[in-house]
């Protein structure tokens, strides 16, 4: 290097060392974390809670998207009005495509909701992410059968048109789940068109399909229906995509060590 | 090597000492929890609306407030408060504030924050204003 150079660069050590020392003489003083932190750390967990609260109540909706991880969804029952659907592919962060069914409703109730998706922890090793709101989920389906009863013994209700009736149930607008596998016993379906070209089913459901999602193309197969119902409805599926907002009466989130399936939602649920 | 160790250590020992370390590290560690569980593409991201971009701006913001709390102090006032209000935030915008501890880490980062600066020095060991103790007070 030339003299000047190295003249630059004793300069700049200099001033670094300069520095250090003046940081390290202020370090003398004695500075830390004071007592008022108290304050806005009690208003904000006591906000926390009350907010927890609110959407346990069923009163404060919240914006729930989830990721690329695959992960099991459990009701008891699922009443949803104007839905359409239409097969597609689901790009994942690895890179590789899997085949999904997109299904949108536009308006769903929901009788109970256990999400469970399992993760790798680094020192814990496998845990359990349970997402529990609405009445208890059962531990099995009959998917010979609707539902009558929920996880916790208690029946559940329907008029004629197997409309659930009564309970404190979960209710979601512009509901969108992208899934490998829905499983379910279909209660009084009403006004469904298969085979209709999958480039207009949304617009007869009266749904738009959410922004970044696949289009469809025409001529695949579609299908809309006016009225679903499925009872006992497990599913593998992708993500839920709420354009609306839901409400969540009963929230538990809980993270539970171990491999946990649908026969926990009950215990989880209780406890 | 071992005067290059302990010139580093004592550097390290004075930046901590200096700014809210701590507090800036639980900001930190709550954006980068916020945007993990919100982690969707760029095109998602851009064009996907609020849903899909509320991850990025909470716990980007979150992150922010962490660096400058540990590259600018002279901001923390506010910014400890801005800290906790985005974090109430991100539970109801984010998939519940990370599954909860995005926002539980970031209410902690951010009073830290705030409530960093000088405190009184410590009295002597022993030195308790009570009269009579005989027992030593550990400092």
Redesign the interface.
Known sequence: MTSRRLGLLARAQREAAHRAAAMAARAETRRGTRRRALVPLAGGFAALVAMFQLVSSNVLAVNFTTSNQEFQLYSNYLQGAQAAGFLSTNDTASGTDNGVAELGIRSAKLAGLCAIAHEQVPVVGEVTLMIIAGVPVRSSFNTGSNTTVDGAGNPLTYDANGLLTGGNHITASNLFINSRSLNGFGNLISGMNLGQSADTVDATAGITWPAGQTKPDAGDFGLTVDRINVGGLGGDTYGINLQGAITLPNLKIKVVPGHKTQADCPTQAAG | MGARTKAAW??F???R??R?F??GLWCLAAGAWIIR?????F??AV??????S?GYILGGGLVLIGLVAWFAPHYRALL??MA?LL??AA???????G??LG??LG??G???V?????????RARGGRRRAGTTAPTAS
């Open positions: 004592a550097w020992r004075a930046f000492r200096t809210p701590w507090g569980s919100m982690f969707f593409s095109v998602l064009s996907g609306g609020w849903s899909y509320a400890g408060i906790v974090a109430l539970f109801v915008a984010a998939n519940l504030g599954y909860l926002s539980v209410i902690l951010g009073s830290m705030w409530a960093w600066g000088e405190k009184a020095p410590r």
